[in-house]
């Protein structure tokens, strides 16, 4: 093999092998200048925190992907993230230590000021990417509607009857194998996934089914509760009614009751009102609102909380 061809051969291996350029390598400079007055080796220690910034980023998006977001949200969220991660090197800059200074006419202040300033820009950084990673996803997520949950429960319903109908059947094979003494090991294995460490537990106390029950029950109520709801939304999504000082909705369209008072409360009203009950509905800001989930107990708050109501349609 000619020399010409070994060495094209080790330039394409290199391509191949050559790694990803680093998220926020772009910002090695700055990571380097923010540890300039505190740091021996400001340019290691900023590679370092730029590596380490880059993987989070990359790993924060990837999450964001898996949990539905779009290109534009993720594109989003790495630009946020860059700024204010460029934030917090500015703050990070500022600071500096009597080690790389000296202590001569050592700033006690300032040097506190900057660190306080450093300690508030990482912390609306960290605070932003928790938050900003929830909003994602949860909006990424489909819009819950009466027949999707619905759909959510039946499936979930079955599942919960077919595992107790399995643990009813699971604890028959159990009492024979005790009377008879037989090893069903490998049935207990294969069939509920039983770990080695678990498998005297469970031949002596078998499994329980006491809760199943109790849970199923709970899972056939939500779905009847459900079923009235998406009823009463096809026959009239929207029930207004009027009350002394305002306006009610049973909105089933969204699964809220919503009150409009007619005029802003003082503070003292509101007050008056919270004591009432208004305390355990929420203000929608998008609704101009207060509201609150159409249940049977939200229903009886407003009978006792409100006087004069009237259905307008």
Known sequence: MSNTTTNSLFETLAEITKPEPLLLSHLEGKARQAHYWTSFSPEKRGSQMVTDYSEELAADMEELKIGGANEESIADYKSRYERLFTSYLGAKSNTFSAMITGPAKFNNRKHEKANRSEERHYEIFREWRIRAKKAIVRKAQPVKTFTS?????????????????????????????????????????????????????????????????????????????????????????????????????????????????????????????????????????????????????????????????????
């Open 149 to 313: 949950e619905l759909e959510r429960y039946r499936s979930e319903l079955a599942g919960m009857k077919s595992n107790h109908a399995l643990m009813i059947q699971g604890n028959k094979e159990i009492k024979k194998a005790k009377k008879e003494g037989k090893d069903i090991t490998e049935y207990l294995t294969n069939t509920f996934g039983i770990k080695p460490h678990m498998l005297q537990h469970t031949m002596q106390w078998g499994f329980g089914t006491t809760n199943n029950n109790a849970n199923m029950k709970r899972v056939e109520q939500r779905i009847k509760e459900l079923e009235v709801k998406e009823s009463k939304r096809n026959e009239n999504p929207i029930t207004n009614y009027t009350f002394e000082g305002g306006t009610m909705s049973i909105n089933y369209e969204i699964d809220r009751i919503q009150i409009m008072f007619d005029s802003k409360p003082t503070s003292e009203e509101l007050t008056a009102w919270k004591a009432k009950g208004l305390n355990t509905f929420n203000w929608s800001p998008s609704a101009m609102a207060w509201q609150r989930k159409i249940t049977a107990n939200a229903m009886y708050c407003i009978k006792s909380m409100l006087t004069g109501i009237k259905k307008v349609n």
